[in-house]
Nanobody, 124 residues
Framework: QVQLVESGGGSVQVGGSLRLSCAAS????????MGWIRQAPGKGREFVAA????????YYPDSVKGRFTISRDNAKNTVYLQMNSLKPEDTAIYYC?????????????????WGQGTQVTVSS
């Protein structure tokens, strides 16, 4: 069965960096786009980044463009999210997810399998 396991969350000060990882198993990893979606307390899920199956294409919303970088290693069945210049508004639970639609999967509803999430807290 499909499994997605995130790691790398934690607490960091404003302006700091974190790198999230997501290990995937149970399906043909390189065939599908992957994404990161976050959910802040009391808010809905927000798309953060997506990457195509080959890794050749990426997509970001304006809120994180230039600060976050998504990448993947298909040999390791792992997707990453490098987050730089973090802001308090980046505080959320971050989920990696497997896309069910063609690239770019830019909404939470475009994903069919999700990890358990990892907490990211940015303090000033």
């Amino acid at each position: 069965q499909v499994q997605l396991v995130e790691s790398g969350g934690g607490s960091v000060q404003v302006g700091g960096s974190l790198r999230l990882s997501c290990a995937a198993s149970g399906y043909a990893f390189s065939t599908y786009a992957m994404g990161w979606i976050r959910q802040a307390p009391g808010k809905g899920r927000e798309f953060v980044a997506a990457i195509s199956g080959s890794g050749g294409n990426t997509y970001y919303p304006d809120s994180v463009k230039g600060r976050f970088t998504i990448s993947r290693d298909n040999a390791k069945n792992t997707v990453y999210l490098q987050m730089n210049s973090l802001k308090p508004e980046d505080t959320a639970i971050y989920y990696c997810a497997k896309a069910k639609v063609p690239f770019p999967p830019a909404q939470a509803r475009d994903y069919d399998y999700w990890g358990q999430g990892t907490q990211v807290t940015v303090s000033s």
